[in-house]
């Protein structure tokens, strides 16, 4: 398996413009998650997904932030407008709790920075 | 509620020496541990995965760890670090199986040195 894929792997943009993250998780995993890395805050989840629907996005930090899930091979993490704070590495990871491994593979991240 | 602290933020060993990192945890069910490396520009790969079946768990690259419940500990180990170690090191927390929000230590530094 190809393990957990994520595009871009860099995204330098201009502060306003709209920002897409691409995850494509391991086939035949039902949760996925998109968490944010910086070194000020360490890793934070931003929301969950189980069987393709949004089941917590508390940690998304406020409406510029949006995230889908249109299959079970597909997310998005979408930002816009972005804004220079927006910038951090941003991972999904997916993983399989309704066969019991509840094991979170990770992506190799999307470093995005917002000038 | 469930919390992990690692207790070194970095650690610096030389080459061919042991490495030690600690991780207590708090927790009010019998948790399942896992220890996490970032190594740099890269994701989080697990390393190695504790769940009440062995106290002493073998993970990939020589690393193990040690759960023990009276300390409520989970440090990891290994005998004899290799430059390839030098990576950041993740103590984790799973919650019960009614919940999904892993809890992530604060994340250990680990320097390797010639």
């Known amino acids: 398996d190809a393990g957990v894929i994520q595009s871009p792997r860099h995204e330098v943009t201009e502060m306003g413009q709209e920002v897409t993250l691409r995850c494509k998780p391991i086939?035949?995993?039902?949760?996925l998650f998109w968490y944010r890395q910086t070194m000020m805050r360490g890793l934070e989840l931003l929301i969950y997904?189980?069987?393709?629907?949004?089941?917590?996005d508390s940690g998304m930090p406020e409406d510029r932030f949006s995230a889908k899930m249109p299959n079970a091979s597909f997310s998005t993490l979408k930002i816009q407008p972005s804004e220079p704070r927006d910038s951090a590495v941003y991972f999904c990871?997916?993983?399989?709790?309704?066969?019991?491994?509840?094991?979170?593979?990770f992506g190799a991240g999307t470093r995005l920075s917002v000038l | 509620a469930q919390s992990v602290t690692q207790l070194d933020s970095h650690v610096s060993v030389s080459e061919g020496t042991p490495v030690l990192l600690r991780c207590n945890y708090s927790s009010s069910y019998s948790p399942s541990l896992f220890w996490y490396v970032q190594h740099p520009n890269k994701g989080l790969q697990l390393l190695l995965k504790?769940?009440?079946?062995?106290?002493l768990v073998k993970g990939i690259n020589g690393f193990e760890a040690e759960f023990k419940k009276s300390e409520t500990s989970f440090h990891l180990t290994k005998p004899s670090a290799h430059m390839s170690d030098a990576a950041e090191y993740f103590c984790v927390v799973d919650p019960p199986s009614n919940d999904y929000k892993l809890s992530f230590g604060a994340g250990t530094t680990v320097t390797v040195r010639a």
């Open positions: 997904f189980n069987n393709n629907v949004p089941i917590d």
């Open positions: 990871a997916s993983s399989s709790r309704s066969t019991g491994s509840d094991i979170q593979y």
């Open positions: 504790y769940t009440s079946a062995a106290t």
């Open positions: 086939s035949g995993h039902n949760s």
